[in-house]
């Protein structure tokens, strides 16, 4: 059944859609969703959807309290609830830079939030017009994540009519316990540790291994499944498992794992940025044809009247759109030039920022229809604007403090747009999918960024100021934000780039493409995705093993069914990791809060050894626990 289809059916039966209920729970879940994924953005260096939990939520909640109550709605919760999603990785891939570089000693409430606003309110604008595009006009891509939750949504409203929706409820709860009890006993109680691992030199090689003690992590890698957590973990094992011991140089430090860190922070994650600069520009260059046809679409809308189509047709009026995104530009103007202080800087930082936002919009478009909004590479767009934007104010002479925060300023709009513009995407191809009314889907797209905006900041506070070692400490250690600091500071004069590093990262990234392009001309389903790998190399370690064990789990438990069902087998297990990711996420900002209260963790004194056995205890029992949570029920 295509869009269509979908939408004739849908059109004859008029349902709820936007109602007083569907805004409360929509911007409260922003904020939720918004805050979880501060916490998770800035410690696993990635986000994960907040689509299918919302969804979830949502028919849970009306279902228990109203009798009646329609697909739709539970469908523009989801919309406005994973606008707080977007806009967190869109400000904290960035935004701690300017901690970083020592430009702010603590987040600024007005600037954080008018950039999270604007970045916010540009990518659902410069969506708009790429909506058919993208969306109705292209066999190409897939929609995984947003097919996926159109399947949820009509799966939900199937069992909600056949008193099934308690199960759905149990697996988040189960799930939220699971992720809030290991956040409790390692951060509150320290009776485990929140990362097991070991290095030794050998000669002068050092050799590293380990992962991080987290069920969250294992539940992003269930969510992304195989192919991507895999190519994480290989990107991973390239850095840590065979570029440090052949870099060298052990004999400099004292302590080996401390030496495994310092090789792979000053030098070895450049070749993630080299890769994911390469692969920044193939994607522009795979959807050049796509924006052009948006700019077609936008003039077409701008003389056509967009108010006299139906509402299964109909987008925000392109006169909206450039009024409010004029809007957008100016307040980013003066952004600039309260940053910098030169007319000249303003002037070029804004216009970079524009155009650059306008590609990499139909580049995250692009990337979510073909893999999903989890696995849509965000972090590497930034990379190639923060290289763009850092030559090009290097050309004009800029350099110094001014440089730095004018470069970062790019480099938060063009996160911010490409962040939001891709969940945009998917949203509105899940609304597609079920009937849904675009531009409604839009106005609670921009309720969402509207509030999640104003909460970002306090959230980077909190955590910043309240959990051991702040943001760019080892359990917040915001991988991008340092990325991109460092190469602020190279491009303004204030430090060095390790460009061999770079240039070997993009000769790998090209090996990585032609395979990638050999695959699929062997119509192989496993493919070498470039960022994920990319995103891998510039990951600490740790990260990349839970994620592969949750990817492993949901492979095993697919495996023996067709691709088509696989949405369906795994169904359970995916809510049961959206609980997880929420539990421990919102529990350790909630333990942030108690810490900026007064409260401090309970020391029970125990010793590191027996710490160590408590903790390898722990992580058997979590994976095991997991795995039984997450194993599917007989499909009917």
Request: charged share 10%.
């Amino acid at each position: 059944m295509n869009d269509s289809t979908v939408s004739s059916t849908t059109a004859a039966i008029p349902r709820k859609e936007l109602t007083f209920r569907v805004v409360v729970l929509g911007l409260l879940l922003a904020v939720v969703m918004g805050a979880a994924n501060v916490y998770v953005g800035l410690r696993a260096g990635m986000t994960v959807s907040a689509s299918i939990p919302a969804a979830v939520m949502a028919m849970l909640f009306f279902k228990l309290l109203f009798k009646e109550s329609s697909i739709l709605e539970a469908n523009q919760v989801q919309t406005c609830a994973s606008a707080g999603e977007s806009l967190a990785a869109g400000i904290i891939f960035t935004m701690p830079a300017m901690i970083l570089i020592g430009f702010w000693d603590s987040f600024d409430f007005w600037s954080v939030t008018i950039i999270a606003l604007t970045g916010g309110l540009l990518g659902i604008l410069f969506m708009i017009p790429m909506r058919k595009v993208f969306i109705l006009n292209n066999d190409e891509l897939a929609f995984p994540e947003g097919v996926a939750c159109a399947a949820v949504l009509k799966a939900g409203e199937e069992e909600a009519a056949d008193g099934e929706s308690k199960g759905e409820g149990r697996n988040l709860l189960f799930g939220g316990l699971l992720g809030a009890s290991v956040a409790i006993s390692a951060k509150l109680f320290g009776i485990i540790a929140g990362t097991l691992e070991a290095a030794t030199v050998v000669g002068s090689r050092i050799f590293y291994f380990g992962g991080d003690l987290s069920p969250m992590l294992i539940a992003i890698g269930f969510i992304v499944r195989l192919n991507v957590a895999l190519l994480i973990f290989i990107g991973g094992a390239i850095s840590w498992l065979i570029a440090i011991p052949l870099l060298g140089g052990a004999e400099q430090f004292p302590v080996a794992l401390d030496g495994a860190y310092e090789i792979w922070s000053s030098q070895i994650r450049y070749i993630g940025v080299g890769a994911m600069v390469l692969g920044g520009f193939a994607s522009l260059v795979s959807v050049r044809h796509g924006l052009i046809a948006a700019v077609k679409e936008l003039r077409t809308n701008l003389t056509s009247g967009n108010l006299l189509k139906p509402d299964l047709e109909r987008d925000i009026p392109t006169w909206a759109i450039i009024s409010l995104g004029s809007v957008c530009i100016v307040i980013l103007a003066f952004v600039n030039y309260r940053f910098t202080g030169g007319i000249g800087i303003t002037v070029l930082s804004t216009v970079v920022m524009m155009v650059m936002g306008f590609f990499f919009t139909g580049v995250a478009s692009y990337i979510v229809g073909l893999v999903g909004n989890s696995n849509s590479p965000v972090s590497g767009m930034t990379i190639t604007a923060v290289l763009v934007a850092g030559g090009l104010l290097w050309l004009f002479n800029y350099s110094g403090m001014e440089a730095m925060v004018a470069t970062l300023g790019i480099a938060a709009i063009v996160c911010c747009v490409a962040a939001t513009s891709g969940d945009v995407c998917n949203d509105l191809k899940t609304g597609s999918l079920v009937g849904a009314a675009p531009f409604r889907q839009q106005i609670m797209q921009i309720a969402g960024v509207f509030v999640a905006a104003f909460i970002m900041s306090p959230v980077l506070n909190l955590l910043h100021n309240n959990i051991e070692g702040g943001i760019g400490g080892r359990e917040l250690s915001a991988p991008q934000a340092s990325l991109f600091a460092s190469l602020a500071r190279g491009f303004s004069g204030e430090g060095t780039l390790p460009w061999n590093m770079i240039a070997i990262g993009v000769v790998v990234g090209a090996v990585i493409l032609t395979i990638d392009w050999y695959l699929k001309r062997q119509g192989s389903k496993f493919r070498a995705h470039l960022m994920p790998i990319a995103v891998g190399m510039y990951l600490p370690f740790g990260l990349a093993t839970p994620i592969l064990i949750g990817g492993l789990l949901a492979h095993f438990y697919s495996k023996n069914t067709p691709e088509a069902q696989h949405d369906r087998v795994l169904h359970k297990g995916v809510l049961f990791s959206s609980g997880v990711i929420a539990g421990e996420a919102l529990m350790s900002v909630g333990l942030a809060c108690m810490t900026a209260l007064g409260f401090r963790s309970l020391d029970l004194g125990l010793s590191p050894g027996l710490v160590t056995i408590l903790s390898l205890v722990a992580a058997f029992a979590v994976v095991v626990f997991f795995a039984k949570c997450t194993r599917p029920n007989t499909i009917r």
